[in-house]
């Protein structure tokens, strides 16, 4: 088991900051907790029940109050948002190894329990890489998967990313400093705010290793997926994940976004018309 907080304070204050959060957030939902084989694992759900599903995984050192600026978009859906574990969320601390199976059997004991036949994946950076990944071992489950600047199809570009965070470490100073070079003036200040807590108090980046998919892997998908990178990406390389997405699997929509930053989120009324309107044709094709 690896610490994932540099102290206890620290792990209570993210907490609390989860908390407010999901006070302000813009739509009702339930919350509760599912057993699984790693731990407890915290869901939302929000959205018309009986509506199609739509698995939500958030990105790196954050948690599912990421959806909020997401939420209103959704309304036609059962949106379930999952807090991935190790991540700083309500879920248990248990870190799975990426290289192992370890993730996708979460997912499962999850799915099991909330007693989905198929849904639709949406995933924000690793929680794209784990959409993905789960999209190539079960894709009997996943009817249509949208990554949004996902880990697993370019490498990561080291320099940038170091240059980025690495404020962090001279404290909670530096660490606003640090979520503001993510966000690269970011138009939702509770992203830069959790960012800013995380990179002060989380400290489950170094065991986060993910693997790039495979070509096989990747010319395996099946089913409509759409891809959002930003050609300001400081973690990975937007228009080589798009070109290697066009390459591989040709029936998907892949688009680089101008401007964009790792986040996604400098034009985010451009970014949910891309994800409305491929939801909405899949709606018509009567894929969801």
Not at 83 to 112: A, C, F, H
Request: net charge neutral.
């Amino acid at each position: 088991m690896f610490a994932l907080y540099r102290s206890e304070e620290g792990h209570r204050k993210i907490l609390a900051h989860y908390d407010a959060l999901l006070k302000r957030f813009p739509v009702p939902f339930i919350s509760h907790m599912i057993p699984t084989r790693y731990g407890d694992t915290h869901v939302m759900e929000w959205g018309d029940p009986n509506g199609p599903p739509m698995i939500l995984l958030h990105g790196h050192a954050t948690n599912s109050s990421m959806w909020q600026p997401y939420a209103t978009s959704l309304p036609q859906y059962r949106a379930i948002a999952i807090d991935i574990l190790g991540q700083p969320g309500k879920t248990d601390g248990y870190v799975p190894r990426t290289d192992s199976t370890e993730y996708m059997n979460w997912l499962d004991d999850v799915w099991d329990t909330l007693g989905l036949q198929q849904a639709t994946f949406l995933g924000m950076s690793f929680g794209g890489y784990l959409a993905i990944r789960y999209a190539i071992r079960r894709p009997e489950r996943v009817n249509a998967l949208i990554a949004l600047a996902p880990a697993g199809l370019s490498q990561v570009q080291i320099h940038r990313v170091l240059w980025s965070v690495l404020p962090a470490v001279i404290g909670e100073a530096g660490a606003i400093h640090a979520a503001r070079n993510l966000g690269h003036g970011t138009s939702q200040p509770e992203t830069e705010q959790m960012l800013t807590l995380s990179l002060s108090h989380y400290i489950g980046l170094p065991v986060l290793r993910p693997w790039l998919h495979s070509d096989q892997e990747l010319r395996s998908l099946k089913m409509p997926v759409l891809l959002l990178n930003g050609d300001r990406d400081d973690f990975f390389d937007g228009p080589a994940s798009v070109k290697r997405i066009r390459r591989l699997v040709p029936h998907s929509i892949a688009e680089v976004l101008p401007g964009e930053t790792h986040l996604l989120n400098k034009n985010f009324d451009l970014l949910m018309q891309k994800i409305s309107a491929f939801c909405s044709e899949m709606r018509r094709l009567a894929i969801l």
